[in-house]
Nanobody
């Protein structure tokens, strides 16, 4: 069973940067698309960014130009580099599959953007 463990969240000031990591188990990692998602209090979970098995990426309009998704297949890990953070980016961030059925969600990692 695939397990997802997110880390790297923190309290950061507006305009700051963070890098999130998502460590996965399973032998099929390099062959599947992976995505980052986020959920703010009282809101539905939303898509943030995705990277396919061929390395191509897609982003939500709200983060385009500020966030960068990448993957390290040797480490079974996907990353989200976040820059120019805004208070509206405050959420719990999760990773999961992309373009295929989700696996069990991890615990997520909290990102808080506040001065």
């Amino acid at each position: 069973q695939v397990q997802l463990v997110e880390s790297g969240g923190d309290l950061v000031q507006p305009g700051g940067s963070l890098r999130l990591s998502c460590a996965t188990s399973g032998s099929m990692f390099s062959m599947i698309g992976m995505g980052w998602y986020r959920q703010a209090p009282g809101k539905q979970r939303e898509f943030v960014a995705a990277i396919r098995s061929d390395g191509s990426t897609t982003y939500a309009n709200s983060v385009k130009g500020r966030f960068t998704i990448s993957r390290d297949n040797a480490r079974n890990t996907v990353y989200l580099q976040m820059a120019y953070l805004e208070p509206e980016d405050t959420s719990v961030y999760y990773c999961n599959t992309y373009d295929r059925p989700y696996v069990s969600w991890g615990q997520g990692t909290q990102v808080t953007v506040s001065s």
